[in-house]
């Protein structure tokens, strides 16, 4: 084992990685500014032609576990960071750059948690127009209203929404 070729291919593959990261996390706030001002040309191309490869994310979260094995740590997080322990350089090259993908990933977890709060609003806002286009209410029933704003029954009668 090679404490060197370690490093340098650790240092590489982790740098790639939070490249990686930060494009798929700079790609989901372009969805998520193009969400927030409502802006539909720019949300289609952005869903069209994504910027990021998640295969790419994949497979060097694979080149790092084999990374790990082939030096002789084990593949989960307690062998990670006993491999930056050993291979590191006396200024922590490697602690820094593991920091840093950390970093990245918190952002794009709240990147992800944005652009879903964002959706979720969005799907709201489209069953409640939905319920007030089709007159049904939460309980899937047509309301008809009479002059004095109560219910009305509506057996045998159509709704609106169907006529």
């Known amino acids: 084992m090679n404490a060197k070729a370690c490093r340098e291919d650790l240092s590489a593959l982790l740098a ?38 998640v295969d790419a994310i994949e497979r060097l979260e694979v080149e790092r576990h084999r990374l790990l094995e082939t030096h002789g740590f084990s593949a989960n997080f307690a062998g990670f960071e006993k491999c930056i322990a050993w291979c590191d350089d006396a200024d922590g090259g490697l602690a820094k750059l593991y920091q840093q993908l950390v970093q990245s990933l918190i952002a794009l977890q709240h990147s992800i948690q944005l652009n879903q709060l964002l959706v979720n609003r969005g799907r709201d806002r489209v069953r409640r127009s939905l319920s007030l286009l089709s007159g049904l209410g939460g309980a899937g029933q047509a309301r008809t209203y009479g002059s004095d704003g109560k219910p009305e029954p509506t057996a045998g009668r159509r709704d609106i929404a169907t006529a």
């Open 16 to 53: 790639n990685h939070v490249a990686q990261i930060d494009v798929a996390t700079a790609y989901l706030r372009s969805v998520k500014q193009a969400i927030a001002d409502n802006n539909v040309e720019n949300l289609q191309q952005a869903l069209e032609h994504p910027d990021f490869d």
